[in-house]
């Protein structure tokens, strides 16, 4: 999604949704994030899982010049001591090295992602190990750009709907789901304008 792509579809929710239009009067609107579809990104968010942006940023420099394209098979052409060197543990390498083997043996398909209907393309990717709900949603808004996506399980989301919709605690993602459900389809905008309201 580009500027004029979410500032329409925001539009579209503030028509529907008092809340967000006041709130756009007063902080604008949100960046666009994008991501670039495929095996990189993924191992990028097995690296990234559950240490800070800095150490993941470092991290992630160490894994890419271990190779000389950041591919599947370059990934599984590294000895575990060169990965366990550059920064990632055991798990992590277990995860990168199931995904490498998936889009080298043919079950997992990145590119395959880009014709499946939102909910197929979640299940292909959370039939992977090391991969949730969550991050699945964050490659289909990001990488694959799909519009009406709500990642309900992200606590900055919850906290800023919680602040946008004056509730006095925080609501449980089913909860979210229910509340944000008349914004689809921009459903992915509104999620970029929730994390918009966190950062001011």
């Known amino acids: 999604m580009n500027h004029a792509h979410i500032k329409e579809a925001l539009q579209g929710i503030a028509d529907i949704d008092k809340d967000v239009a006041a709130v756009l009067n007063n902080i604008g609107y949100p960046e666009p994030r994008i991501r670039p ?3 990189e990104t993924f191992l990028n968010t097995i690296v ?8 993941a940023e470092t991290i992630w420099g160490r894994v890419c010049s271990l190779m000389p394209k950041v591919d599947a098979g370059n990934l599984l052409a590294l000895p575990d001591t060169a990965l366990r060197e550059a920064g990632m543990s055991q798990r992590k390498m277990e995860y990168a090295q199931g995904l ?3 889009i080298m ?14 909910q197929d393309a979640i299940t ?28 309900a399980d992200d606590l900055i989301l919850l906290t800023s709907l919680q602040k946008l919709k004056h509730l006095p605690e925080r609501p ?25 309201i966190h950062h001011q």
């Open 124 to 151: 292909a990717i959370t039939n992977l190990r090391g991969f949730g709900r969550w991050s699945a949603e964050i490659y289909l808004m990001f990488s694959l750009r799909r519009e009406d996506i709500f990642p």
């Open 172 to 196: 449980t993602p089913k909860k979210a789901r229910d509340m944000i459900a008349h914004w689809s389809p921009w459903r992915s905008a509104g999620s970029l304008l929730l994390w918009h």
């Open 100 to 102: 490498a083997n998936a």
């Open 48 to 55: 990234s899982q559950q240490i800070s942006l800095k150490a």
């Open 37 to 39: 579809a495929g095996f």
């Open 105 to 118: 043996q043919g079950s997992f398909d990145p590119e395959a992602l880009r014709t499946m209907s939102d």
